[in-house]
């Protein structure tokens, strides 16, 4: 069992920045994929971006170049996060994939004001 826990959400202006972290505790074997995922309100949840234990990363189209994903090693993922808008206000969480498993955090809101 895996346990996630993500953290760095908040109330920001628009234009301004944020660092989300998350956290893996738990066994797991360290060859995996991790990744966030936002829901805003009355929406779906959608990618934001993923990467891989070997460094190579995927990106939502809309944010490729305000996003960057990053990893801290095989348990920790990282999402910064520059000239916010709010349109990017929801709920951001945070998931592992290995070995045909899935785990979620419990997210972190991020709130940007106008």
């Known amino acids: 069992q895996v346990q996630l826990v993500e953290s760095g959400g908040g109330l920001v202006l628009a234009g301004g920045s944020l660092r989300l972290s998350c956290v893996a505790s738990?066994?797991?074997?360290?060859?995996?994929?991790m990744g966030w995922y936002r829901q805003a309100p009355g929406k779906q949840r959608e990618l934001v971006a993923v990467i891989r234990t070997g460094g190579n990363a995927d990106y939502a189209d809309s944010l490729k170049g305000r996003f960057t994903i990053s990893r801290g090693g095989v348990d920790t993922v990282y999402l910064q996060m520059n000239d916010l808008d709010p349109g990017d206000t929801g709920g951001y969480y945070c998931n592992m994939r290995e070995r045909g498993a899935i785990w979620w955090g419990q997210g972190t809101q991020v709130t940007v004001s106008s």
């Open positions: 738990g066994t797991f074997w360290g060859f995996n994929e």
